[in-house]
């Protein structure tokens, strides 16, 4: 079963957190709510989120602020998150958003079909990336463990990497329809920076497969599963 992938929602009313999941229940993954910056925080100390949605205005600690400390940490540096504001001050308040660490910036009342495609976007290309650090992680295995099967039961080095090649392709064909759904939909330079970073990752991991093929190599490639 494909883990659900939890995207954390953070606004000081309760009313608004309801109104989001509304919106994002349709996506069928997992909703975390958070009333305040420090509650966020928190929560990004122990869990993995595809995309994190940040109301600006809270008391205390404030939208700006919960994205600098957000930014600072190296776990949750490249988490994206989507801007709500009620209040419009301009381009520079804009500006500041961006210069924050947002990959978007939305004003209130919202679209709630945007709101769930930009959210969307961002939960695809985070299971991908979960997909590709899976085959990293199962081809270092299988090349540490000398080609056995999780059984323990050798297996043929052709079998294997045909197993693999396999999986991989799999995941290929996914990010490239969702590369071409990017490019349909013109949309948000960030989700297709991000697109790209998982295409890259991706021919990283089956120029590692192709040097072990027959013939290629007597070396074992290495092989980062960072995304």
Request: hydrophobic share 45%.
């Amino acid at each position: 079963m494909v883990q659900k992938a939890k995207i954390l929602l953070v606004d000081d009313r309760p009313e608004n957190l309801l109104a989001l999941e509304a919106i994002l229940s349709a996506l069928d993954q997992t909703l975390v709510r958070a009333s305040s910056g420090e509650e966020a925080l928190k929560a990004l100390l122990t869990d993995d989120f595809a995309v994190i949605l940040l109301d600006v205005q809270m008391p205390g600690m404030d939208g700006f602020e919960t994205a600098a400390h957000i930014k600072r940490r190296e776990r949750t540096r490249d988490i994206p998150i989507i801007f709500l504001t009620a209040i419009n001050h301009g381009p520079h308040h804009t500006f500041r958003g961006y210069a924050a660490g947002a990959v978007d910036y939305i004003s209130k009342p919202f679209d709630p079909w945007v709101l769930r495609a930009k959210v969307s976007v961002f939960v695809e290309l985070y299971m991908k990336n979960c997909q590709l650090r899976e085959q990293a992680a199962l081809l270092r295995l299988q090349l540490e463990g000398g080609g056995k099967s999780t059984a323990g039961e050798a297996k043929e080095p052709a079998g294997l990497l045909a197993e693999l090649s396999a999986r991989l392709a799999a995941v290929e064909e996914q990010a490239e329809a969702l590369s071409k759904q990017l490019d349909d939909d013109s949309a948000d330079a960030a989700a297709v920076a991000t697109a790209a970073h998982l295409e890259r990752k991706l021919t990283g991991l089956r120029r590692a497969l192709d040097a072990l093929e027959p013939g290629t190599g007597s070396g074992a490639p290495s092989v980062s599963s960072q995304s």
